[in-house]
């Protein structure tokens, strides 16, 4: 009889530990290549660290069960079709309970069509396009500020700064930019601003010598736009290398990246409308502080976040709080959770609209202003430079 | 300067590239009456190959297309003896598919070892600036390198014996052989040479922009207007053609949106196509 001792305890330990606790299935794409692989990532790896640290704790628990996360994850190869195929796929063969969004508003919108399909829930990141949300969906729900408000502050600023600045506008053509250069237009022309170019670029563009050319030809002195990273950080390399004479680059996306300090001194002064920096500072009700995030995250991937990578690991917040309110893993009452859902975390004020005609979009989230700048020591930066209550330096400009 | 002026040198500097690359296909095409369908895959490598040297020995790029050329003249004798070889003579169809097929081939083994994400060589020449306008050092160097290689071409095909003998082989193939020369090493020859060219155009476009393995494809597009435009078997002629792409490229952009180009650019190649098949440069002599 003591033989079997050992054996029946370890047993019912293996039993206590793990029988109790059941996978959730959680799916999503990532652009492991293609022209939206650096942002992607990033956004992948802040999904990754919630996925273990929540593991780690026991899983999510819920209605006195613990949930385990597992992915299941595919390369969408930054295309729109693969992600048709792969959300269903994930839906039907992969039995995924919930899912995040790929990355870039773009292939978010495809994926919706297919989440709201099955009555599934998708958490959308890096992906700020708003009209996705005006048509009638009901398990979608936005962790990004939407597009329309990207530009808004850097023209607010420039308005304090400059107010007789001539803006260009040269942007990917692609529905996240359009959609936020769009209102930013409109929002410069009321502000008073002489918009002195506008144009729009194909995605895939790697010649900007044209478009440059048109940009000093206008007399424009400040430069709006950009797209994603393969694209913005050609632009800015070309600006630089052509010298264009501007007193302001602000850029959609890609200086967010810290990759963006690669680029040398065509990096310097180029700002970024960001959804988060590791200098900002809320106070979080749930989940781990700012400071504890970004020290975990740089200790795993050996680099800072990005604010692709705090949407990534927000949204896997948000959904484990909703599945703890909710006490079950129902779609209908994570639902019902998720709007009634009005949070500050490490990411900042998350709630989601609950109108019929803009279900889902994000309302209670906002957003700062980033300048890569030098430190005393020589080394490229990121620093918050808007809004003032938030700054951590002072905005530089002139640029050159 | 006036921004339609500055447009067009910029214009003018890429053309040159174009041209060069056009050059690849328009000799392979001349001699051997076979649309190389490589041509792009084949520039995407001679990105990789720059971009590859570069990291390991990071001297002035342009130094580092003589071994581009050298690589991309055993690279195109390889594709020769795989896949052109047993099709010529034949119908231009079974040309197409074959160097289609190797194509896919280089693509597949490119995005398995590289993705298709974006790379960069990180090599900057000090250009010069006139009013608000800079031209970059690197087009200024990779055009004055495209119109050497060009040159070099020439010369090459003009005053050298297997140079003669490629020809000779493009004019009448038979009369050709029974003059002692042989065909098939002529033949394999210049499809090297096609190939050489079309990796260093790869070569020289990798150190203005950035790529990914599917690079090429944009500019055999071009290559294929560029050859349409010069006539077949004209490398010069190919280059001029590039040169008036890249110009007329230049001149329009200030007026239109970028992203029409391409639209102008096919039409361009349809009108030539119908009214100039032999090319815009055959024409006054015909």
Redesign the interface.
Known sequence: MKRLVLPIFLVVALFVTTGFAQNLTLGFTVS????L??DSVEQLHGFELWRDQVNAAGGIKAGGKSYKIQFVSYDD??NTKRVQQLYSRMVLQDKADFLFSPYSSSLTATAAIVTEQYEKIMLTTGAAEGKTYTLGNHYLFQMFTPGAEYLKGVLDMLKTKDPKAAVAFVYE?ASFSVAVVNPAKEYAQKLGFNVAFS????PN???F???I??V??SKSTVLLGGGHY?DG??LA?QVY?????LKMITLLVAPDSPQWGELGDAAVGVIVPSQWEPQTTFKAQYGPSGADFAKAYTAKYNTPPSYESAGGYASGLILQRAIEQAGSIDTAKVAAALNATDITTFYGRSKFATEANQHGLQVGHAMVLAQWQKDKSGKLVKQVVWPLAAKSANLVYPIH | MSGILASMIDGLLIGSVYGLAAMGLSLIWGVMDVINLTHGSVIALGMFGMYILFAAFPVNAYFLLLPILAAGLLLGLVIYWISVHWVIGRSQLSSLLSTFAVNMMIIGIGTAIWSTSPYNVNFTLRGFTVGDYTFTGNHIAAATAAVIIALALELFLYRTRPGKAIRAVADNREAAELMGISSTMVLALAFAIGIALAASSGALVSTLFPFTILSGAGYQMKSFVVTVLAGLGKPLGALAAGVLLGLLEGAVTPFIAVSWIPLIEFGLFVVVLVAFPKGIFTRATA
């Open positions: 492991n290549t293609g022209a692989n650096v190869e930054s053509d144009e729009a670029y194909a563009t790697t010649d010598s044209a478009i050319d048109k000093i030809a393969a950080s050609t390399r290398s052509h010298k264009v004479p």
